[in-house]
């Protein structure tokens, strides 16, 4: 009898000591837990700014506690994507284009866009010494038409905004027919970088925010292309119409268009 | 049904890249599939493995240590270059190397088949009969193969005409050159030309259905099983 009442009471003790822990785990869980209220935030994010994107959700997780879910894409099939009904909630473009023709669909919400950064077109070689960094644009010409090489990339200018710089670029300088024959075409500026890094273009024109990117060993030589050279490759953010009433989108266009992540983007190689 | 002539030269050059990639791949692959049927070497399981490996490799990676290699910093571009043909990416001898290497295991596995169901028998009365090894070769194996050369020759052509990763890498995009009708296609997409795009595309799926069809109506097989 003893004995049983003696196993009655561990049992108790050893329920109490269960809900103690239990409780506990749940206060533990509480507190660890993100503000109240947190809404998650998909956003469609044009390749090209894959790498800050990243910094920047973990940074608005932290900041918000809302959380930022990134898939990634060219802006061309994240448009797809978007008109057949893509659950996204935020859309950064590479350029403006494809954001007005989702307003103009209906698919976003008219008056939210605004521009999240200015990409900067560079002529770039992997090797150190085939470009010199000068003010003038005569040097670049010079460069570019001493043709002495097999291949220069650039990204098709149909499908890319950097491809539409390096078009205009070369009209500019008039070299458009004499390079014609060396052209070679990314379908999109990280493609267009790939053939220039392997060494199988001497030269092309890439993205600064690419070069940024790479080991100081690698980086090779380059020349910063005046910005009036040629037509501003801005880059759209927009809010869809199916996130107009989630907190969390409306908080992550505001985080992306504060000082500190505009000082973050221009870090990476954005104006 | 609005195709421009780009759209047309890139038809025409994919049509031209299929033809001589399955005329090579036909040269090659019938002494490698030869080998393998009949070979009793060690070596056996690791080349049969190497030729399947373009099968289970995404094209675009593939494509893109095709574009490192034949590089001219990369061991094959090194050779190349010193050959005096210069570096292969970018051309139209590049794109027909590329794509021998990608549709390989699609001629090598039908014929490797065709041969290994032929059996020792037919080649050792074929040598009682005093015929040489290579006169056996072609008129017994052969002949009794040629199924099996048939199906090669058309998925290795179907394959190859609907290749896109590696072209896409090591194509660089130049019009009656290297620009092919997938990644026409692609472009076309992408501009957000759906118009366009879906004429390409019908054509695509027409002439892919009637190279089946040709397929399967050539190659009559008597119908073994009968339920």
């Given amino acids: 009898m003893i004995n049983r009442l003696k196993k009655c009471v561990s049992y108790c003790q050893s329920y109490a000591k269960a809900k103690l822990a239990h409780n506990a785990l749940l206060a533990l869980l509480c507190l660890s837990a993100p503000p109240l209220f947190a809404d998650e935030v998909l956003v469609a994010v044009a390749s090209n700014f894959i790498k800050p994107m990243k910094v920047i959700a973990e940074r608005f997780e932290a900041e918000t506690g809302h959380q930022a879910k990134l898939a990634f894409g060219s802006s061309g099939k994240l448009l797809a994507q978007i008109t057949h009904g893509a659950p996204f909630d935020v859309f950064l473009s590479a350029d403006k284009d494809k954001v007005t023709r989702i307003i103009d669909k209906g698919l976003a919400?008219?008056?939210?866009?605004?521009?999240?950064?200015?990409?900067?077109?560079?002529?770039?070689?992997?090797?150190?010494?085939?470009?010199?960094?000068?003010?003038?644009?005569?040097?670049l010409r010079g460069v570019l038409e001493q043709g002495d090489f097999d291949y220069f990339a650039m990204a098709n200018p149909k499908l890319a905004p950097y491809g539409a710089a390096a078009k205009s670029v070369l009209a500019r300088l008039e070299l458009t027919d004499s390079l014609k024959d060396k052209v070679v075409m990314g379908e999109n500026i990280a493609q267009t970088f790939q053939f220039v890094q392997t060494g199988n273009a001497a030269l092309g024109f890439v993205a600064l925010s690419q070069i940024k990117d790479l080991d100081e060993s690698e980086q090779g030589s380059h020349w910063l292309i005046p910005t009036d050279c040629y037509p501003a490759i801005e880059q759209y953010a927009v809010i869809l119409k199916t996130a107009s009433d989630n907190p969390a989108a409306s908080a992550l266009t505001e985080f992306l268009n504060s000082d500190s992540e505009k000082k973050l983007i221009r870090s990476f190689g954005y104006d | 049904m609005t195709l421009t002539s780009a759209d047309y030269g890139a038809l025409w050059l994919t049509f031209k890249v299929a033809s001589l990639t399955t005329l090579i791949l036909l040269f090659i692959s019938t002494p490698l599939a030869w080998w393998l049927a009949t070979t009793r070497s060690k070596w056996k399981p690791f080349c049969s493995a190497l030729i399947a490996v373009p099968l289970v490799l995404p094209p675009i990676v593939l494509g893109f240590y095709l574009l490192v290699l034949m590089g001219p910093e990369g061991p094959v571009g090194k050779v190349t270059t010193a050959l005096g043909f210069g570096t292969l990416p970018f051309t139209f001898a590049g794109l027909v190397v590329a794509s021998c290497i990608y549709s390989l295991p699609f001629v090598v596995q039908p014929l490797q088949n065709a041969f290994e169901s032929i059996g020792r028998r037919p080649l050792e009365v074929a040598a009682t009969l005093r015929a040489s090894r290579l006169d056996s070769f072609f008129s017994v194996v052969v002949p009794m193969a040629k199924s099996g050369f048939l199906t090669g020759g058309i998925l290795g052509f179907a394959h190859t005409v609907g290749e896109f990763g590696v072209v896409l890498m090591i194509g660089g995009n130049i019009p009656d050159k290297t620009r092919l009708v997938s990644v026409q296609l692609y472009n076309h997409v992408e501009a957000l030309d759906y118009a366009q795009a879906h004429s390409l595309a019908a054509i695509l799926l027409a002439f892919s259905f009637l190279v089946l069809l040709l397929m399967y109506t050539v190659i009559k097989t008597p119908a073994r099983i009968r339920v």
């Fill in chain 1, 109 to 139: 919400v008219k008056g939210s866009e605004f521009i999240y950064a200015k990409g900067r077109l560079v002529l770039w070689s992997a090797k150190s010494d085939a470009v010199e960094s000068t003010e003038s644009t005569e040097a």
